[in-house]
């Protein structure tokens, strides 16, 4: 997916190519997050859809839930969520930041095989 460390660093074009895809990638995974949430907050809880969708998103948020849970299927489902929800700010961060860390270390690799060429 990216370029080694012996290979030339990208164009700028490419590269805000390569961020656009890892942010609509990491837009998907979000989507598809909130998704699961709402779908499962609406089925174990019964809660409302609107309601479903702000106690995913304050979740997903790192906020924790707003509604009182009643049911133990919407119980165990928030306990899982909550943990899928840390994990996903970890791949979502990881998405989003990976081509700019990536660049940038790329680039310091490159800058440091020239200082190692002139000595």
């Known amino acids: 997916m990216y370029e080694r460390h012996h290979e030339p660093l990208i164009s700028r074009e490419v590269y805000l190519r390569r961020i656009a895809r890892s942010g609509g990638l990491a837009f998907a995974a979000v989507l598809a997050a909130l998704f699961l949430g709402v779908s499962g907050y609406y089925w174990f809880e019964g809660i409302p859809w609107e309601d479903a969708n702000l106690n995913t998103a304050m979740i997903l948020g790192g906020m924790g839930p707003v509604a009182e849970l009643h049911s133990t299927a919407g119980k165990?489902?928030?306990?899982?969520?909550?943990?899928?929800?840390?994990?996903?700010?970890?791949?979502?961060?990881?998405?989003?930041?990976?081509?700019?860390?990536?660049?940038?270390?790329?680039?310091?690799?490159?800058?440091?095989?020239?200082?190692?060429?002139?000595?």
Not at 93 to 107: D, Q, S, T
């Open 76 to 119: 165990l489902f928030a306990a899982a969520y909550a943990l899928f929800s840390g994990l996903m700010f970890i791949v979502v961060a990881g998405l989003f930041f990976g081509p700019v860390i990536h660049r940038f270390l790329h680039k310091f690799h490159l800058e440091d095989d020239r200082k190692g060429e002139d000595e």
